[in-house]
T-cell receptor, first 119, second 116 residues
Framework: AQKVTQAQTEISVVEKEDVTLDCVYETRDTTYYLFWYKQPPSGELVFLIRRNSFDEQNEISGRYSWNFQKSTSSFNFTITASQVVDSAVYFCALSEPFISNFGNEKLTFGTGTRLTIIP | NAGVMQNPRHLVRRRGQEARLRCSPMKGHSHVYWYRQLPEEGLKFMVYLQKENIIDESGMPKERFSAEFPKEGPSILRIQQVVRGDSAAYFC??????????????FGDGTRLSIL
């Protein structure tokens, strides 16, 4: 069975500080995807990133960066120079293996980390 | 480019009534997923559909819940005889394949269901 653990329930940092959100996953599959989604106070889910299990390269997108390490089954997310607009709940998710002709499979979500950026 | 469209955004029902939640996938997407988010919790998978087919319904409650994705029209998540415990946010996601390969799931804004 798949499992995603986001041990940090809530984090508060002062604006402009860096913050890292942890994500640890469990799966027996060798082929899978990892995701991060943002859920702002308005409630919608915003896609941030998808990472293939074969690609362990770190990724940077503006102030966001992701560190994927298969050896520790972790996919951590860092926000640099945080801003008030970053305040949201962040979810890490894991997909089952994708099967030809069926596209992506269902996602298993962590319980989320509520990030509050203090002005 | 319209994203995943869900309606209604908010739905209030009394216990025992039926709730119908609609989801129109992104243009070009033929895979639809429904998830439920209970208050202060993460999202839980319910069902995965393609046009006219249910692929995986392992997350659906055995009774009162059903889903469909007809050849024409939106996907429908139907909850019969609602109870207080059905109060939650229900999210629909869609994905598909393009010339660039399979696409990640993109979510609608959700339907907040409240049971009185």
């Amino acid at each position: 069975a798949q499992k995603v653990t986001q041990a940090q329930t809530e984090i508060s940092v002062v604006e402009k500080e860096d913050v890292t959100l942890d994500c640890v996953y469990e799966t027996r599959d060798t082929t899978y995807y990892l995701f991060w989604y943002k859920q702002p106070p308005s409630g919608e889910l915003v896609f941030l990133i998808r990472r293939n299990s074969f690609d362990e390269q770190n990724e940077i997108s503006g102030r966001y960066s992701w560190n994927f390490q298969k050896s520790t089954s972790s996919f951590n997310f860092t926000i640099t120079a945080s801003q008030v607009v970053d305040s949201a709940v962040y979810f890490c998710a894991l997909s089952e293996p994708f099967i030809s002709n069926f596209g992506n499979e269902k996602l298993t979500f962590g319980t989320g980390t509520r990030l509050t950026i203090i002005p | 480019n319209a994203g995943v469209m869900q309606n209604p955004r908010h739905l209030v029902r009394r216990r025992g009534q039926e709730a119908r939640l609609r989801c129109s996938p992104m243009k070009g997407h033929s895979h639809v997923y429904w998830y439920r988010q209970l208050p202060e919790e993460g999202l839980k998978f319910m069902v995965y559909l393609q046009k006219e087919n249910i692929i995986d319904e392992s997350g659906m409650p055995k009774e009162r819940f059903s889903a469909e994705f007809p050849k024409e029209g939106p996907s429908i998540l139907r909850i019969q005889q609602v109870v207080r415990g059905d109060s939650a946010a229900y999210f629909c996601a869609s994905s598909g394949r393009t010339s660039g390969g399979d696409q990640p799931q993109h979510f609608g804004d959700g339907t907040r269901l409240s049971i009185l």
